[in-house]
């Protein structure tokens, strides 16, 4: 399996038979690099436009906005899972729908825009989840302590985190990831560079920290 991260909130996900796009963006829209990538799916946390611009996307892919419950693509199983984009029950942001699925028996969760800890039901599915994707940034997701405790809750053999101020990003509201690596010095924290091939036999024991570069 490989990984690759885009930017912001988007990455590749993909092995031999089938590639994984998760929220898409254009380059108009945020001031990063538009994804060159090629999809067979593409998954949207929700329909803004810094998550939702399959249309950037290359390929006849089949597109899922904001799915949730469960549904296969591909012959993948996904499970989309219904929490909130704000703390106020989705009233001043709306809904977010974070994605778990296993590709070549990795099991993935990716957040999405998350606003506030998610419901007992939630945090059952993802708990021990081997990679979790969760925004880290700030202002428009989880604040930085809730981040830590989600992290703590879900316990996943590797935390990568997006969503965060990077060169060229217009949204300059969130967080650079800084504080984030402060708060988890006492994780290994590996840097990955942009593209990462990792099998199920590969993931680490100890818990890590990959850090992307996009």
């Known amino acids: 399996m490989q990984i690759t991260w885009y930017g912001h909130s988007c990455f590749l996900i993909q092995n031999e038979q089938t590639k994984i796009i998760i929220d898409p963006f254009d380059e108009r829209s945020i001031g990063l690099k538009r994804p060159d990538a090629t999809a067979d799916i593409v998954l949207m946390s929700h329909d803004h436009y810094d998550h939702n611009a399959s249309n950037s996307i290359d390929g006849a892919h089949e597109d899922h906005m904001a799915h949730n419950g469960g549904f296969n693509s591909h012959?993948?199983?996904f499970l989309g899972l219904d929490t909130y984009h704000d703390h106020e029950l989705g009233a001043k942001r709306g809904h977010n729908t974070m994605y778990l699925f296993r590709l070549d028996g990795i099991s993935i969760c990716h957040c999405g825009d998350l606003g506030c800890i998610p419901s007992e039901e939630v945090l059952k599915e993802i708990?021990?989840?081997?990679?979790?994707?969760i925004p880290i940034g700030g202002y428009?997701?989880?604040?930085?302590d809730e981040v830590m405790e989600l992290i703590d809750i879900v316990n996943p053999s590797v935390v990568i985190p997006m969503h965060y101020r990077i060169g060229g990003l217009k949204i300059d509201e969130i967080s650079d990831l800084d504080p984030f690596i402060r708060s988890v010095s006492k994780r290994t924290i590996v840097n990955i560079g942009k593209t990462i091939d990792i099998n199920k036999d590969e993931m680490p024991i100890d818990k890590e920290i990959w850090v992307f570069d996009n």
């Open 75 to 77: 012959g993948i199983d």
């Open 140 to 144: 428009y997701t989880l604040e930085l």
């Open 127 to 133: 708990t021990g989840v081997d990679i979790l994707m």
